[in-house]
């Protein structure tokens, strides 16, 4: 069974870093790109980054330069580094991974940029 468990989110002030992790089980992460979505309240979910099987990396305008994600294969987990955090990254951040065409996401972290 394929799953996705996110963790690392929390209360931050502006400017401060956290790091979120997606642990993936029921599926080989090499094969598969993985990517993490955020959801404020009120507003639709939207990509902020992805990472390829090759380690190729696409990020959101929004994040570009911030937010640099990356894989361990070995652990089967991806990581996304968020620095110099603002309060509009405020919402639950979502790790997702398509396989077999069908979309699996996690349960969500909560993150909370506020002064």
């Known amino acids: 069974q394929v799953q996705l468990v996110e963790s690392g989110g929390g209360l931050v002030q502006p400017g401060e870093s956290l790091t979120l992790s997606c642990a993936a089980s029921?599926?080989?992460?090499?094969?598969?790109?993985l990517g993490w979505f955020r959801q404020a309240p009120g507003k639709e979910r939207e990509g902020v980054s992805c990472?390829?099987?090759?380690?190729?990396?696409y990020y959101a305008d929004s994040v570009k330069g911030r937010f640099p994600i990356s894989r361990d294969n070995a652990k089967n987990t991806v990581y996304l580094q968020m620095n110099s955090l603002k309060p509009e990254d405020t919402g639950v951040y979502y790790c997702?991974?398509?396989?077999?065409?069908?979309?699996?996401w996690g349960q969500g972290t909560q993150v909370t940029v506020s002064s």
């Open positions: 029921g599926f080989t992460l090499d094969y598969y790109a």
């Open positions: 997702n991974a398509r396989i077999l065409s069908r979309n699996w």
């Open positions: 990472i390829s099987r090759s380690s190729s990396t």
